[in-house]
């Protein structure tokens, strides 16, 4: 008898036959629903930022009394900063910065001479007597002529006075005085030329003529500044609360009333008449 051949087959559950068509209609459904999410427009969620935090019970006290005061707190340093300043200005700076004797060397030395000058040319024109009798004037004068004029005027005071001196002998009153003066402003010109001054001349101040022109030169000026500077208003209030008296420091005004937290803390003007 042939042998004959069999083959096994398993039977699927129903449920099996059926899952494909299943997962597609669940897929589909999917895709609808995200169709209609999408023309509805973006889900909105809601805004943690705009939810406000329930308000905190506060009591309006009238104000007993306020004292205002202000603190000021103020650093002041020393700074150095560039300016323009003309070269006179500038000579006077330095001119004043020096000693006394070393600034005034010529004037003195000119004051010294010129009481010298002064007491032989009182010899030279009057008697004895009335040289003795006006020699501490006449000396004093010319020390203070010579202070002015300096040594060069000083020296030219005498050497035209003694010119005019020579000159005049029968009338010595009507020449050696006017020589002594002329002799002193041509001095004082020449020794100026030869020696100016630390300090040049100003320039000449007319409304109605040009305006003399200036050197400026860059100088460091150095001197106290303010730093910084802080202010800030304290406020002393006394206020009622539970049958007890308070006394604080705010920094608000609080006006008529001020308000309250719950342990009776001060937390700000009410802003409202207490009648």
């Not at 041509?186 to 100003?202: E, I, Q, R, T």
Request: aromatic share 8%.
């Amino acid at each position: 008898m042939p042998a004959s051949t069999m083959t096994a087959c398993r039977r699927q559950p129903a449920a099996d036959l059926r899952r494909p068509g299943q997962t597609r209609a669940a897929l589909g459904a999917v895709l609808l629903w995200a169709a209609a999410l999408a023309q509805a427009g973006p889900l909105k969620l809601p805004d943690f930022d705009q939810i406000q935090p329930p308000a905190e019970k506060t009591t309006v006290a009238p104000v007993l009394y306020v004292y205002a005061s202000q603190n000021r707190d103020r650093s002041v340093g020393e700074q150095c900063w560039d300016t323009l300043i003309s070269q006179r200005d500038l000579a006077i700076r330095e001119d004043s910065a020096k000693p006394f004797f070393t600034r005034n060397l010529m004037p003195l030395v000119g004051a010294a001479m010129g009481g010298v000058a002064g007491g032989w040319l009182l010899k030279r024109l009057a008697s004895d007597a009335v040289a003795r009798k006006w020699m501490l004037p006449v000396v004093a004068g010319s020390g203070l002529g010579g202070y002015f004029v300096g040594p060069g005027g000083v020296a030219g005071a005498m050497i035209g006075g003694g010119i005019a001196d020579k000159l005049g002998k029968h009338d010595r009153y009507k020449k050696t005085l006017p020589g002594a003066m002329a002799g002193a402003l041509v001095g004082k010109a020449l020794w100026d030329a030869v020696f100016p001054p630390a300090v040049p001349p100003a320039p000449p101040s007319d409304p109605d003529g040009d305006i003399a022109a200036e050197v400026f030169v860059r100088d460091n000026t150095c001197g106290p500044q303010l730093l910084t500077s802080h202010e800030d208003s304290l406020y002393r209030i006394g206020y009622r609360f539970n049958g007890e008296d308070y006394s604080v420091d705010v920094p608000f005004d609080p006006g008529e009333a001020v308000l309250l937290d719950a342990t009776g803390k001060a937390v700000g003007p009410a802003r409202v008449r207490v009648e």
